[in-house]
């Protein structure tokens, strides 16, 4: 993002228009280094290989579709979640990570509401190429639950 936004992040009329993330996000880019993006890449491609393993054992992964239930929409995104200070705007969505890393596809079907009627929902995430297969797996969840079709209490 940092290539992308650097021109506008140092001009200031085009800077002020841009959200805090995004500013923060393109000032994290720019202290990076060429080693520093090699060292990220070979992260990445680690996890790729894992989720690859992983699959040699699954044919799916669920997994929860967010950390909190939604927020107000006037709250810009959880500090802290149970007590823990959020040290950016990632970590309050970071279990959504995995599958982006991993270049696999996932989508949020949906599995109920909290109390106070706050929607929830999980990950189905498949092996790489294998969106059709995801697409499947969630209609049958939704056929077998009918989580879509139903409202907070």
């Known amino acids: 993002m940092a290539h992308k936004l650097n021109s506008a992040l140092h001009d200031v009329r085009q800077r002020d228009l841009l959200k805090p993330e995004a ?3 393109a000032e994290q880019g ?3 280094s060429a080693l520093d993006v090699a060292r990220f890449i070979e992260e990445r491609t680690a996890w790729m290989q ?3 393993r ?3 054992h699954y044919d799916y992964l669920a997994l929860p579709s967010a950390q909190v239930f939604p927020f107000p929409v006037d709250t810009h995104w959880p500090k802290a979640i149970n007590g ?3 040290d950016s705007y990632h970590r309050w969505m970071e279990v959504v990570t995995p599958a982006t890393l991993g270049g696999l596809p996932a989508l949020s079907a949906p599995v109920g509401f909290s109390a106070d009627g706050r929607p929830m929902g999980m ?3 498949g092996k790489p190429r294998d ?3 995801v697409l499947q797996l969630a209609f049958a969840y939704d056929e ?3 989580w879509s079709q139903r409202a907070p209490a």
């Open 54 to 56: 992983l699959f040699e």
């Open 144 to 146: 077998a639950t009918g």
């Open 30 to 32: 720019l202290r990076l």
């Open 123 to 125: 990950q189905l995430i």
């Open 131 to 133: 969106e059709l297969g």
């Open 50 to 52: 894992q989720a690859l």
């Open 84 to 86: 823990v200070a959020m």
């Open 23 to 25: 500013q923060w996000e």
